[in-house]
């Protein structure tokens, strides 16, 4: 099976039963709609079918697996086997959670996507490189937890070496959970605006705020503008971002 993995797809299949059994058991109920992404031998896929979902959907991107795949759940009729690219992939139906050991090197790519949803999962299962998970928990802001951070509560849950891969990758992994807002921190119509704020505002992030927003003279009364942007809690750069554009 290894010799189909493709490095362009950033393919390391996970084969510790224990890991895999952990991860499934972070699923807390039965009768779910589910998708996965990049099941490969779909190892990860056998143990969540133990949950009964309602509905599976997994895609996958590499064209000479899904024969394998075809043949390996033929009998699931629960299960929906999709060939394609998940950036291209329209997310239309209502999803109750994503599962996924994402590719490494479309990670944060993958993880924006889902969070544009029109109808965003409530909950996300997801395996990250450990330096990336790293980010997405870093208390402090950065341009990629300040976007996740507006629609999804982050949770760490366990590192995984990498020697539990086929092949063994360079740098150990980490799995993460992530928990819907109630309500996200973005309103549809701020989003687009938003990603081009903190694109410009982490660009520089070793500056101040007082020289970052000199142009905008913004009357922010509650905040220090010696501050850098990395140092804000996620309510303050909103706030900010507001008092620009709004």
């Known amino acids: ?8 797809y950033g393919q ?5 039963k224990n890991i895999l059994i952990k991860i499934s058991n972070l699923i807390l109920k039965n009768n779910l709609k589910i998708i996965e992404i990049g099941p490969g031998d ?3 896929t056998d143990f969540i079918l133990k949950y009964k979902p309602k509905e599976l959907k997994i895609i996958e991107i590499d064209n000479d697996l899904i024969p394998f795949l075809d043949l390996k759940f033929k009998d699931y009729e629960c299960i929906t086997i999709i060939n394609a690219d998940v950036l291209n992939y329209d997310f239309i139906d209502k999803t109750d959670l994503i599962i996924s050991n994402l590719p490494f090197n479309i990670s944060s790519q993958i993880l924006i996507k889902i969070c ?11 395996m990250f490189q450990k330096e990336f998970a790293q980010r997405l928990l870093d208390k402090k802001m950065n341009s ?19 020697n539990c891969f086929r092949p063994i990758p360079k740098v150990d992994s980490a799995v993460l959970s992530f928990n819907k807002k109630e309500s996200p921190l973005l309103k549809i119509n701020e989003i687009n ?8 505002l982490f660009s520089y992030k070793r500056k101040t705020l007082k020289n970052l927003l000199k142009s ?7 905040i220090d503008l010696k501050k850098r942007v990395e140092d804000l809690t996620l309510k303050q750069l909103l706030k900010i971002f507001r008092e620009i554009n709004f």
Request: aromatic share 14%; with cysteine.
């Open 1 to 8: 099976m290894y010799e189909l993995l493709k490095k362009k």
């Open 12 to 16: 390391n299949f996970l084969i510790d």
């Open 42 to 44: 779909g190892k990860l």
């Open 116 to 126: 544009l949803m029109k109808q965003p999962p409530i909950n996300l299962i997801l």
């Open 144 to 162: 990629l937890n300040a976007l996740v951070g507006c629609f999804y509560d982050i949770n760490f849950k366990f590192n995984i070496s990498k």
């Open 193 to 200: 605006k938003f990603i081009e704020f903190k694109r410009n």
């Open 216 to 222: 905008y003279k913004p009357i922010i009364q509650e």
